[in-house]
């Protein structure tokens, strides 16, 4: 048997995560992966690296839970929050049997890690204002296990509705895990449902330190949920997910000044997108610009191939969203500094033959 035979028959079909570094690209304005435009400094201050690291940092889930408003017991540390919704399918979801329902156009990880895990991935596409169609959702959910939702939704850019994820976590009651992905919440935050999970023994939300507190390089990110979840998560969760830098510099980010800088940044996005978005939406080659509670935004082009192709070149990296249903024509931007919101509009201009 050859090495490629021997894999697991749902590794050989797979289609890996379309990551922006896998992506490649050569430039110097990376506006395809909702990074923060400039890197935070930290000095480690922990230098017990002979000694195995806590698995639950107990500093780092204080922290977080005081931030999010939960209690430390409703706090799950992770290497990412890729790696948290991983967990929830090793834990929940029996392989062959049970499967995983998301809404499309959404963050690509729900799928590609049930298809790693050989769980079914059922889908159910947003309405036309990228809502949950949950009639839809009500007649799919037979064998469910988790339902990922994603507010503000990665690439859309838009919140859902609140009364409507209350309707999914009734339709879901005693059947399946709601799990709200709230990578971007520091970006709207008042939209945040962690304090629901009094009321809902089935609600899972995701957060990361990737996004808004500028540390996609770190691989840090929670799952806050109730005891129980917690409890079961702890049980398929490595030993040692976080190594003791992380550890170490997620506890920094998350102090009084850390979070203040983060808040910082949140305002210096919002002011940024504001300003992108009033300089794409005259431009002839721009079809329409999606609102956005995010850091990004999403843009309908006229020839968007182009488009793409015109600014990668130039070194400008943006992401093509044009495969995913319902997006055809749509580039996701990553707001970036003022300077590189700038260098996008004008090689947009320039490519519409405006001059300057
Ligand atoms: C970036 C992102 C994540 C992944 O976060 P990490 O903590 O970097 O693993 C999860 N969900 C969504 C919607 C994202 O955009």
Known sequence: MSIEQLARANVRTLTPYQSARRLGGKGDVWLNANEFFQAPEFQLTAQTLNRYPECQPPVVIERYAAYAGVKPEQVLVSRGADEGIELLIRAFCEPGQDAVLYCPPTY?????????????????????????????????????????????????????????????????????????????????????????LADYPHLVVLRTLSKAFALAGLRCGFTLANEPVIALLLKVIAPYPLSTPVADIAAQALDDAGIDTMRERVAEIAENRAWLMAALAPLPCVEQVFDSASNYVLVRFAAASNVFKTLWDQGIILRDQNKQPGLSGCLRITIGSRGECQQVVAALRALSGINE
Do not use: H
């Open 108 to 196: 690509g990880m729900y799928g590609v890690s049930a298809e790693t895990l050989g769980v079914e991935r059922r889908t159910v596409p947003s309405t036309a204002n990228w809502q949950l169609d949950l009639p839809a959702i009500a007649e799919n959910l037979s064998r469910v296990k988790l339902i990922y939702v994603c507010s503000p939704n990665n690439p859309t850019g838009n919140v859902l509705d609140a009364d409507d994820l209350r309707k999914l976590l009734a339709l879901a009651a005693g059947k399946a895990l709601v799990v709200v992905d709230e990578a971007y919440i520091e970006f709207n935050p008042g939209s945040t449902v962690a304090g629901w």
